[in-house]
């Protein structure tokens, strides 16, 4: 591909030719993409910079503001006990995006790795990854989750406080168990993809197994680890609202943006704004990342022209 | 004065010299109220009064179906196992015990023909036995009689450690002998002035002899009729699956008469509280739900207009806050809160008065329990005769600040109070429960404002009430300054509420953390109270201890009365539900009703 | 491909050994135990509760407990729950046909919704019906269940009254009305959750249809003159297929499995909702009997993704 470039009449007008430069150019095009994009890095500057600008507190109890609709006070309304939803949704927004995105970054990177590995090795290491990956899959992530709690709570609280302390053994288990099914998607487009004939080639010609990898076959199985990756930014700020549905999870003075929405379930008919905010929240979220997994898709299918 | 007037007086009743009424008349003439008298009369030995329940039906059946909804549904049908309410509910529905209580806490005859009394020699005057007259003509749901040996053989159950039944410590220190066909003496080892507790409510249920004598012991598990009771109770056996549906159609052989009015009952399980609540009151598919522990806005916004309401029943459940006076943070001998230290902060009675004027009662009330909850600053919220007068609360930010400022507790440069190098901060544990988070929440706030700084904790409550000695969080080890739950009165007599903090039963690694004394609270006066009213025959030297213990406690500020409890329930409009605070929801089924 | 198969029988058995191992640990070293419904109940003293955590073997090493389990599982007994003292495997069956019922039809019609509108979606990128569909899928994944299952019951069973929102495990009735009261009690269950799978799956299947659209291959079966429908479904769609049956393959066990908060909010007796109940009440021997079924049900659906891969794409080669 570099010879090409190189031998190129209109290399020396137009910058050197890069894949990475060319996928974004191409994402570039995504309209939608690129808008998602720039929400996403609102949303985050949102959760990490709006406590310096909005300055209220998130457990401010006022017994006279309860469940009030959004005002000037309380641009998002209050809960029950009269605390302002939108501080709360700040500070809760942290750490729900921090534990989808860190979900969307484990399975993607583990799941690629494992799958990559199990759907390469046609001998015993295969079998045993794929072992690991149906251990993982049955584990009961409750339990676990108590497991992991009791063992560590007391060890990581010492180390990063409290709060950190459960925000960390949260962000692992959920975010941590989700990448199994990635593994299996990419194995089975391994499986696939291996055999196909543009590998062959790339195999004929003596290319080492790692670049098969990363420069034929990878690039062609990225498209469901994407999709997967995305949903499971969602799948893991829902994953952590069940957990408070089940009485699990973050302690109930956490105000995570599922367990917002959970809180607010039985008010529903009294006090909709209180659910809606959040409801809404990860809704934005989930659908920016989603379109920016749409654009890197379509600017990494080297077919599709743009 | 009052008290030997009073005692002569009982006498008088007792000997038929005075009647009933009279005496309650007397005893408001001393500014007493009409049930406490009752209540003085019945502990008095006296053959309780009959509550004139307004049972309307005039015939047996055609009531249609009843259907309960409990958002946990029973996962067992032997009361002997029972591990919850839930399955004590379900099995109630087919046994029987020997008596029941009612609303007010009188007993009421089930499988008997009357309440033993002093008067009618059913109660020794020693204290050291009950005779029980059972009921004649009692059949089993197979056909079979109902007899004494019956009752012998569930305290013979009972009481086998192989057994494994969860009721062993209400049998295991009696001892029940059959008298003839129909009567059975329970002996006690002393005297015991609260004689009700063996064959009497929940845990007095009675199973067949003849299809469990088989099963006693290491066997017990296999008994068939686990699964499929065949009791004396008002409703047959249909259907049972575990933590779904229990089901029971009308007994014709019933042994009270027009009773029971309904054809078929069914329990179903599952589901939580709030949609249980709409299921009743909003689209009345079921016609009563069990504890509703809802918010009260929410309960209020469903009722709006609603096919149902919410019932309340008062007993002296208490959901308070308990102060740990040993040390979680020092480990002697491999224990931490070992009863060989003191705790640096909570030992200086200001720092726990101070943090008694930071709970507001009054805001938990109003905004968390609403109308199922009683503020109050007594652990001994009931019967009423032993309801202390003398105590009172009150919330205050800045009595708690000078309290605090008097005994040298100075606010630090970050805010929180200091003295001799130790900062006023408290760990606070409680179990993970809705209205308990929004209590922790108001508490850390008047205490932010007082400079005490609270860390706050919940623990899963399938952990924290765990009996697991491996495990650290659970509430009997208390590795926590202060640590939130509800403790139920199943009775009417304060004898097992108040006993817990007996010095004898602190929790120590030495007894595995068995004890129930988790404040871990030493106190003599209190102790000598307490001995000395578990030995007291008679009723108002009795109650007078009961009171005195209770204001030590108070006095001490040993524990953080939060709210008297009531247990709630969602009833449709036409239901005529018989519920009591002092006993399981499903303890006097017999007596429900429509009203057409 | 008999002889992989077998092979691959042969290796699940040690394999599944060691699952059911790591899940026996994890569950024993959980902390808590069946007694704590009754922990402050001064009827019961806390020596009760720790003479029946002796008795139920709860204070044994976890070795000896574990091969206490296995030998009796590989008798054929799954040991009996400590909260309801009925055997375990009477108490899964009892709970079976429900789960089945609602979760298999949940999948089906999350199947049934996201192969043709992935694969429509996929055909016409862009256009109005895919930007409509990409909405309301992500609208569909995020909300949590407990969540539309609310929804649905306030507007279904509470303003409109038309469907029940408490299901009943046997409906009394007879004949054609018995099969209506149990159509219209799962229609709730099976949409939020057939709904909230869907949503994903659509996702996947649209992806995987867009990989190979665009393929050579397909790309020449149109130039033969072969109609439009008759390539998407002959050509593409076998290749998109791997992805979908890998997905549909992970998706199996939980039809057994159930579905926690489905269940829980419906009121379903299902295996969803008594695994909780179990794990909540750390009732042991009922959480790993459903979780080693599930995890056999993990093994096999793999084995079966993976011939189903062989047939699928010939040239995957089993060995």
């Not at chain 2, 020693?126 to 009689?145: A, N, Q």
Request: contains cysteine; glycine residues 8%; neutral net charge.
């Amino acid at each position: 591909m570099a010879g090409l470039t190189l031998a190129s009449p209109s290399a020396e007008r137009r910058p050197a030719w890069s894949p990475w430069r060319e996928t974004w150019r191409r994402y570039r095009r995504h309209k939608l993409a690129v808008v998602s994009a720039v929400l996403l890095i609102v949303l985050i500057a949102a959760v990490v910079f709006g406590p310096f600008v909005w300055r209220v507190s998130i457990n401010d109890i006022d017994f006279n503001a309860r469940l009030e609709g959004p005002s000037l006070a309380h641009p998002f309304g209050t809960d029950d006990l009269g605390q302002d939803i939108l501080a709360r949704m700040i500070y809760g927004g942290r750490i729900s995006l921090a534990v989808g995105l860190a979900a969307m970054a484990v399975a993607v990177i583990v799941g690629t790795v494992i799958g990559a590995l199990a759907g390469m090795s046609r001998g015993a290491l295969g079998h045993a990854l794929m072992w690991l990956t149906d251990l993982f899959l049955s584990l009961p992530q409750l339990p676990l989750l108590l497991l992991l709690i009791y063992l560590f709570r007391d060890g990581l609280k010492a180390a990063f406080g409290p709060e950190g302390g459960i925000f960390i053994l949260i962000v692992l288990v959920i975010g941590g168990l989700r990448w199994m099914p990635v593994a299996r998607l990419v194995r089975a487009q391994f499986l696939s993809l291996r055999e196909k004939d543009f590998v062959e080639a790339a195999r004929a010609l003596g290319a080492s197994p790692l670049r098969q990898v990363v420069r034929h076959i990878l690039p062609n199985a990225l498209g469901p680890v994407i999709i997967a990756g995305t949903i499971d930014v969602a799948a893991a700020i829902i994953a952590e609202s069940t957990l408070s549905f089940l009485g699990l999870g973050f302690p109930p003075d956490v105000p995570t943006w599922g367990r917002l929405l959970y809180d607010a379930k039985d008010f529903l008919d009294i006090a909709a704004h209180w659910a809606l905010f959040p409801g809404g929240a990860i809704f934005v979220a989930v659908v920016a990342i989603n379109f920016i997994g749409d654009g890197m898709r379509d600017a990494l299918d080297a077919r599709r022209v743009i | 004065m009052l008290d030997t007037e009073l005692r002569s007086m009982i006498d008088e009743v007792k000997d038929g010299r005075m009647d009933r009424r009279a005496f309650v008349q007397r005893m408001i003439a001393f500014g007493l109220t009409a049930p406490m008298a009752t209540q003085i009369l019945a502990i008095g030995g006296v053959a309780m009064a009959q509550s004139p329940a307004p049972y309307k039906p005039t015939k047996r059946g055609g009531g249609g179906p009843l259907k309960l909804l409990w958002w946990q549904g029973p996962t067992l049908l032997n009361p002997h196992f029972a591990t919850g309410t839930k399955d004590q509910d379900g099995s109630r529905l087919f046994y029987e015990p020997l008596a029941s209580w009612d609303s007010s806490g009188n007993l009421c005859p089930i499988l008997v023909a009357e309440i033993p009394s002093i008067q009618n020699g059913g109660l020794a005057a020693d204290g050291k036995s009950v005779t029980w007259k059972l009921k004649p003509g009692v059949k089993w749901h197979d056909g079979k009689p109902f007899t004494a040996d019956d009752v012998v053989f569930n305290w013979e159950y009972a009481r086998d450690p192989a057994t494994s039944a969860l009721t062993i410590g209400v049998y295991q220190d009696i001892t029940v002998e059959k008298v003839d066909d129909l009567t059975v003496r329970v002996l006690f080892k002393n005297p015991t002035p609260f004689w009700a507790d063996a064959f009497v409510a929940v845990v007095g249920c009675i199973l067949p002899k003849h299809l469990f004598a088989d099963y006693k012991g290491a066997k017990s598990r296999e008994a068939p009729n686990n699964l499929k009771p065949v009791g004396t109770g008002p409703y047959k056996f249909v259907e049972f699956k575990p933590g779904d549906v229990v089901r029971g159609e009308l007994n014709p052989d019933y042994h009270m008469p027009n009773r029971p009015y309904f054809d078929t009952i069914e329990i179903k399980g599952g589901g939580d509280a709030v949609s249980a609540a709409r299921a009743v009151i909003q689209t009345g598919e079921y016609d009563y739900a069990w504890n509703m522990q809802v918010e009260d806005d929410v309960l209020l916004r469903l009722e709006k207009g609603g096919k149902g309401k919410t019932v309340y029943s008062t007993g002296g459940d208490i959901e308070f806050i308990a102060l740990n006076f040993t040390d979680p943070n020092t480990e002697v001998d491999g224990e931490r809160s070992s009863i060989k230290t003191k705790h640096p902060l909570l030992s200086d009675p200001a720092v726990r008065k101070a943090l008694a004027l930071l709970v507001d009662r009054d805001a938990m009330q109003k905004h968390i329990y609403g109308r199922a909850g009683r503020t109050t600053a007594n652990f001994l919220n009931g019967p009423d005769q032993f309801v202390s007068k003398n105590t009172k609360w009150e919330f205050s930010i800045e009595k708690a600040t000078q309290l605090l400022e008097e005994a040298g507790w100075k606010v630090g440069a970050d805010g929180i109070r200091e003295k001799d190098g130790k900062k006023l901060k408290l760990l606070y544990q409680t179990s993970t429960n809705g209205p308990r988070q929004k209590t922790q929440a108001i508490v850390k706030q008047a205490c932010q404002k007082a400079g005490i700084d609270v860390e706050l904790k919940s623990v899963v409550a399938s952990v924290f009430f765990s009996s697991d000695v491996a495990n650290p969080d659970t509430y009997s080890k208390f590795y926590a300054d202060i640590e939130m739950f509800q403790i139920p009165m199943t009775q009417p007599d304060p004898a097992q509420h108040m006993r817990r903090f007996h010095s004898r039963f602190v929790a120590t690694k030495e007894n595995k953390w068995q004890g129930r004394n988790f404040p871990r609270w030493v106190n003599k006066e209190f102790d000598a109270a307490i001995d000395a009213a578990e030995a007291e025959v008679d009723p108002i030297k009795r109650a007078a201890f009961y009171i005195k213990a209770n204001d030590i406690m108070w006095q001490d500020t040993v524990v953080i009365p939060v709210m008297h409890r009531l247990k709630v329930g969602a009833a449709t409009n036409s239901l005529r539900p018989v519920l009591s605070g002092w006993t399981n929801d499903t303890d006097n089924i017999q007596d429900w009703y429509r009203e057409t | 491909m008999r002889q992989y198969v077998l092979r691959r029988l042969l290796i699940a058995v040690p394999s599944l050994l060691g699952i059911s191992l790591v899940l026996f640990i994890v569950l024993a070293l959980a902390p808590g135990d069946p007694f704590s419904e009754l922990a402050t109940n001064p009827n019961v003293p806390p020596e009760v509760a720790a003479a029946l955590r002796a008795k139920f073997g709860l204070d044994d090493p976890i070795y000896l407990r574990y091969l206490h389990w296995l030998s009796a599982m590989l008798q054929g007994d799954w040991g009996f729950s400590f909260v309801s003292r009925m055997n375990v495997d009477t108490l899964i069956l009892q709970r079976l046909p429900t789960t089945l019922y609602v979760i298999g039809s949940a999948q089906l019609l999350a199947l049934t919704i996201a192969i043709p509108v992935g694969v429509y979606a996929a055909t016409k990128p862009y256009s109005i019906f895919d930007q409509i569909a990409n909405t309301l899928a992500f609208i569909g994944f995020s909300l949590p269940t407990f969540f539309t299952g609310l929804l649905f019951i306030l507007l279904f069973s509470i303003t409109l009254d038309w469907l029940p929102f408490v299901y009943t495990s046997d409906i009394k009735a007879t004949g054609f009305r018995w099969v209506i009261e149990q159509v219209r009690q799962a229609i709730m269950p099976v949409m939020v959750l057939g709904l909230f799978q869907a949503a994903s799956m659509t996702r996947f299947v649209r992806s995987a249809m867009l990989d190979v659209i665009r393929l050579d291959y397909v790309t020449t079966a149109r130039a033969k003159g072969l109609g439009q429908a008759r390539v998407i479904v002959k050509h593409a769609m076998r290749n998109a297929m791997i992805p979908v049956v890998t997905l549909v393959a992970l998706q199996m066990p939980a039809v057994f499995g159930g579905a926690i908060v489905t269940e829980q909010i419906f009121r379903i007796p299902g295996i969803g909702s008594l695994l909780i109940s179990s794990i909540l009440s750390n009732d042991t021997p009922v959480v790993m009997a459903v979780t080693f079924v599930f995890a056999c049900l993990v093994v096999l659906f793999n084995l079966i993704a993976d011939v189903l891969y062989g047939w699928l794409d010939p040239r995957i080669s089993l060995r």
